[in-house]
Nanobody, 126 residues
Framework: EVQLVESGGGLVQTGGSLRLSCAAS????????IAWFRQAPGKEREGISC????????YYADSVKGRFTISSDNAKNTVHLQMNSLKPEDTAVYYC???????????????????WGQGTQVTVSS
């Protein structure tokens, strides 16, 4: 069974840090693109970061570049998102998504991904 399970969300103050984790199972992790998306109330779902578990290449949206870092621990089938210098506008439900590296073309678009986690809430207080 394919599963993506997010963890690490919570409530932090402006300027604080969180590390999100996405634990994957049931698919060939080493040949996938793993992405983080977020969706805040009343806003469109936003692709914020992606990593290739094949070659380690990464993508960051301008809104998080320089503050967030994505990494992959292939031995544990887990992708992490280190979030620093958090702002209230980072408040959202954060989702992990996965798609075959051979299939995904536009890494920042949700429609490219086959599997999704249930999400984890990140709230940044002002």
């Amino acid at each position: 069974e394919v599963q993506l399970v997010e963890s690490g969300g919570g409530l932090v103050q402006t300027g604080g840090s969180l590390r999100l984790s996405c634990a994957a199972s049931g698919f060939p992790f080493d040949d996938y693109a793993i992405a983080w998306f977020r969706q805040a109330p009343g806003k469109e779902r936003e692709g914020i970061s992606c990593i290739s578990t094949t070659d380690g290449s990464t993508y960051y949206a301008d809104s998080v570049k320089g503050r967030f870092t994505i990494s992959s621990d292939n031995a544990k089938n887990t992708v992490h998102l280190q979030m620093n210098s958090l702002k209230p506008e980072d408040t959202a439900v954060y989702y992990c998504a996965a798609g075959s590296w051979d299939t995904v073309r536009l890494v920042n678009l949700a429609q490219e991904y086959d599997y999704w986690g249930q999400g984890t809430q990140v709230t940044v207080s002002s």
